[in-house]
């Protein structure tokens, strides 16, 4: 009768700790840690993440989720060599952030293979909802389209309809130049012409004064991160904006104007679909993470983004009992409204284009900032079904026409 009881206590304990091993949820965080979009992502996407695992309650209903994080270099051979090696080391269910387009699109592709998710909130491209999309992949914060819809048209509807470009030589500048092409020459401008820099570039001397030479109304910057602030202080060393030509910074952050200062910020209008001091919701999140983050710095709309998204995501694998089958989990994301501090309530659509308000805001002068990272003001606010783009005009072989 002892040796039954006891191979029953040990059945049971067996039974047990099969299912909490199958109760196991794995998030990659693959960013820039190192180069010019770390404050963008980095460590704080990282700390996005955790806090959305902390939040989730997955814990309280019996789930194991393991965190992991990498640095992709801003290369895609780093990036898409670290995704594999996840998936096919059983280190990863879902990938979030990425913060880099070229590694965005290559990362995707594997990430169908291996039928696993992919959260972007970092890279920009509007091709990854467009041409590129998947049913492994949802483009979470912000993309091209969108902030060409934005600062592109309210700079040339406030007169601006020349321009000229400063665009970063990659995936993403390219799309976003792209984007902001179509934008300005449906709403009557004209473009003059570009020039392109390196990532990483610390010296846009070449590229401002030829930009300076065209005589266009409105230098656009398609760059991010410490590229778009590098040049950004270099127009102000060049008395750019002084003799009236204007500077469209078509993708800045909360961390880059806190980079920049507000001498030198004040007066920039750019586009956000989260800013930390928008609403009482937004100021609780962000307080949370600030307290976990270097320097207390508020979030940015990637790390936000990533907050998000992996909430969402948990909920969705939650529901389901399992992250394995990617696709489904995807689907099942998108049939749920979506709803967290960050961004309030919204929705998914069958591209893959998470949907929500975006902001056009603009950098306060230093009268104006009252507290620490009080650095900008709501000018324009476009609503969710207006922000991106429509589906009817989208590439995704997804969308039923």
């Not at 993470?289 to 790390?303: D, G, I, L």
Request: glycine share 10%; charged share 20%; aromatic share 8%.
């Amino acid at each position: 009768m002892k040796k039954i009881v006891l191979a029953g206590v040990a059945l049971g304990v067996m039974t047990a700790y099969a299912f909490a091993a199958d109760k196991v949820v794995k998030v990659g965080v693959l960013t820039d840690g190192s180069g010019p979009y770390a404050d963008v992502g980095g460590v704080g996407s990282q700390i996005a993440a955790q806090l959305a695992i902390d939040e989730s309650g997955m814990a309280g209903k019996g789930w194991k989720v393991e965190l992991v994080y990498a640095d992709h270099l801003n290369k895609v051979d780093v990036g898409t060599s670290i995704a594999r090696e996840w998936f096919d080391q059983g280190k990863a269910d879902v990938i979030v952030d990425t913060l880099n387009s070229g590694v965005a699109l290559a990362v995707g592709q594997i990430v169908k293979d291996k039928n696993k998710v992919f959260l972007n909130s970092g890279a920009a491209s509007s091709d990854l909802t467009g041409k590129a999309c998947t049913p492994n992949q949802i483009h979470w914060t912000y993309d091209t389209y969108a902030l060409a819809n934005s600062t592109g048209k309210a700079m040339t509807k406030a007169g601006g309809d020349s321009w000229y470009f400063i665009t970063a030589d990659y995936a993403f500048g390219k799309a976003l130049e792209r984007d902001t092409t179509a934008v300005v020459s449906a709403n009557g401008g004209k473009i003059i012409g570009n020039v392109y820099a390196p990532l990483n570039n610390a010296d846009f001397s070449s590229q401002l004064l030829q930009a300076q030479s065209s005589k266009a109304k409105v230098i656009g910057l398609a760059n991010a991160g410490a590229d778009s602030a590098n040049a950004i202080k270099q127009a102000a060393e060049f008395g750019i904006t002084q003799s009236g030509q204007k500077l469209a910074a078509l993708l800045i952050f909360i961390s880059d104007v806190n980079a920049l200062g507000l001498p030198v910020a004040q007066g920039l209008e750019f586009t956000e679909t989260y800013y930390w001091d928008l609403n009482d919701d937004t100021r609780a999140f962000a307080d949370r993470f600030s307290q976990k983050a270097k320097n207390h710095a508020k979030p940015t709309m990637v790390q936000a983004g990533v907050y998000s998204s992996v909430l969402h995501y948990l909920k969705a694998v939650d529901g389901l009992g399992s992250p394995a089958d990617g696709a489904a989990v995807v689907a099942k994301m998108k049939a749920t409204p979506t709803d967290d501090q960050a961004f309030g309530k919204g929705s998914i659509r069958e591209d893959g284009r998470k949907i929500h308000p975006a902001y056009l805001l603009q950098v306060k002068t230093p009268a104006e900032s009252k507290y620490p990272w009080d650095y900008a003001k709501v000018i324009a606010t476009i609503p969710a079904d207006e922000a991106f783009r429509p589906l009817s005009q989208s590439e995704c072989p997804l969308v039923k026409k």
